[in-house]
């Protein structure tokens, strides 16, 4: 059964550090992979996705995720971080080929420190 | 560009009333979705449909039912809303193998 697995509830940076937040996920399948943000009172909007072609995804904002399948990985990343950055994050995985459903994780609310 | 929407953005309704949630999609997506949002808990899918009059017990659908009488719309129905379904509500549509688009929820307060 497929799962997903964000480490940290709450990550707090610097305005200009690297942001990193992280996502491991099971799969019995090969998967597909996504990151969502969720700003304040609206729903959620894609980041990215991976769908088994490169291994390093690129998305809006500057943030990217790199699949690592040895390590059942999928961590984003942006190098600056930008005060417009604090939102919610969501990795997920989506869990067949039919539906296209997903299993989120729970979600790491970033903060971005002036 | 995408759309989905959803009936109300804010919703306060009293223990034991109805309670009807729509959600339309303009992108003649196949598949749509119904999902609650609690802090701690991340999205928990309540029940999802393949197609105009099919629905599916998601993981947690207890005190809750849906109707899909036109494949742009997709209700969520709380037959007796009960204080432990306050939460925010989204709801998202697909087509198959992309990702899921979402409205922006609805966030029920049930007194």
């Known amino acids: 059964a497929q799962s997903v697995t964000q480490l940290g509830s709450h990550v707090s940076v610097s305005e200009g550090a690297l942001v990193l937040l992280r996502c491991n996920y099971s799969?019995?399948?090969?998967?597909?992979l996504f990151w969502y943000v969720q700003y304040p009172n609206q729903g959620l909007q894609l980041l990215l996705k991976?769908?088994?072609?490169?291994?390093l995804v690129k998305g809006i904002n500057g943030f990217e995720a790199e699949f690592k399948k040895s390590e059942t990985s999928f961590h984003l990343t942006k190098p600056s971080a930008h005060m417009s950055d604090a939102a919610e994050y969501f990795c997920?995985?989506?869990?067949?080929?039919?539906?296209?459903?997903?299993?989120f994780g729970q979600g790491t609310e970033l903060s971005v420190k002036p | 560009d995408v759309k989905v929407t959803q009936s109300s953005r804010y919703l306060v309704k009293r223990t034991g009333e109805k309670v009807f949630l729509e959600c339309v999609q303009d992108?003649?997506?196949?598949?749509m979705f119904w999902y609650r949002q609690d802090p701690g808990l991340g999205l928990r899918l309540i029940y999802f449909?393949?197609?105009?009059?099919?629905?599916e017990k998601g993981d947690i659908p207890e005190g809750y039912s849906v109707s899909r009488e036109k494949k742009e719309r997709f209700s969520l129905i709380l037959e007796s809303a009960s204080t432990n379904q306050t939460s925010m509500y989204l709801c998202?549509?697909?087509?198959?193998?992309?990702?899921?688009?979402f409205g922006p929820g609805t966030r029920l307060t049930v007194l």
């Open positions: 998202a549509s697909t087509t198959l193998g992309n990702e899921q688009f």
């Open positions: 799969s019995s399948v090969p998967p597909y």
């Open positions: 991976y769908t088994s072609a490169a291994t």
């Open positions: 997920a995985v989506k869990t067949d080929n039919q539906g296209g459903k997903l299993i």
């Open positions: 992108m003649d997506h196949e598949n």
């Open positions: 449909s393949y197609d105009v009059k099919m629905k």
